[in-house]
DNA sequence: GACCTATCTTGTCGTCGTCAAGTAGGATCG
DNA sequence: CGATCCTACTTGACGACGACAAGATAGGTC
């Protein structure tokens, strides 16, 4: 078979988007390059993504997912350490390990998210975890959900976590594993 | 006279960039976009501002600027409150009030900041507000500040602040009144 | 009145996203 | 087995952008 049809594309780009995105940005990421990487012509991204942006998108949904696993892998693993602290832990490491995926993540609200299922269905799944594990369990109320510490402990680890990766913490700048020592004492604090 | 000289480019271009990138956001702030608004030529621009970068940093050390001033302004008007709740709602209603200069003023790291002393001065200062307001005030040893809460109050601030802007909090999404009265709560909560 | 330098213009290059029109080739059906 | 069709791709073009180079102009200086 020629290469005429790629067979695969779709997801060809999007690995090769992915792997761009973590270890350039966002910003490095453009169709015509990635065209040029995959070796198909300038035009053929845009036959499976409409625009750029919606690429982006499909980007961010992967990192909602990579997120809620780094979530609930810290909630498996998490040796001694309440649930809160263990998914605030997680949270944190996944944002430190992938900075520009995490920066992304987050950035898509001025990208139409909602023009993406995968996203939706993926920051929901995120919101949904964070939720339950923050705010009473799965078997509370939604008052009682709303009611819980979520709010103030979601806050809390994406502050430092933004505030880390923008550079903006000066004290701790470049110390990664003080950083985190100093955001597990935060989180355990506020557990209690 | 002829208007070959502009007499004062530098500063018109950066006031039509502020309120573009306040009305529209940093995507909308191009070079030769402002060239055109401001009625000089397309390369004009870059005579002052050696890069776009150069240009988006100086809009955000003029956002630390407005920051520093918004947390002075609450400081002053802190009725009743603790100075860290004044400061803390400062921040969070100029994040909320100027939303798309509030990101760029964080996003900036990026672009290498360092290149302007103007931004240098102004993050140093926006810095050194928070600390001496939320750690144990300006007479405290860098010790004695260091192991304030002004880690934990920033990081609270700032991700009240990011989430919010970032549409990501679900239950409080587009009530802006609701949002600040959870925050105050928060604050003043962890002001105990 | 000559020149000097900061400031601006014009022109160009390469890159980008996006659209339109054409083409290849596997699948389907006669 | 061959005509047809639709999906996946190509080629080509357009306008916008950042950046650079070279030229023009004004306003001050000697």
Do not use: K
Not at 1 to 9: A, K
Not at 131 to 157: F, M
Not at 180 to 187: F, M, P, T
């Amino acid at each position: 078979m020629s290469d005429y049809h790629h067979g695969d594309l779709r997801n060809a780009l999007l690995a090769e988007a992915g792997s761009l995105l973590e270890e350039e940005g966002a910003e490095a990421v453009t169709l015509r390059g990635l065209a040029r990487r995959v070796g198909v012509s300038h035009a053929a991204p845009g036959y499976h993504f409409a625009d750029r942006d919606l690429l982006l998108v499909e980007l961010a949904a992967e990192g909602h997912e990579m997120l809620e696993a780094s979530m609930r892998r810290a909630l498996a693993e998490a040796d001694g350490e309440s649930d809160l602290v263990a998914i605030g832990m997680g949270y944190l490491r996944f944002a430190l390990d992938h900075p520009n995926r995490f920066r992304l993540t987050f950035e898509s609200a001025g990208l139409d998210p909602g023009r993406s299922e995968r996203f939706m269905a993926a920051s929901a799944a995120t919101f949904r975890t964070l939720l339950t594990v923050a705010a009473g369990g799965p078997d509370a109320t939604p008052d009682e959900q709303l009611a819980g510490p979520w709010l103030r402990a979601w806050a809390l680890v994406h502050g430092l976590a933004t505030l880390y990766l923008d550079d903006a913490v000066g004290p701790y700048r470049g110390q990664r594993e003080r950083y985190l020592a100093a955001a597990l004492a935060e989180l355990r604090a506020l557990d209690r």
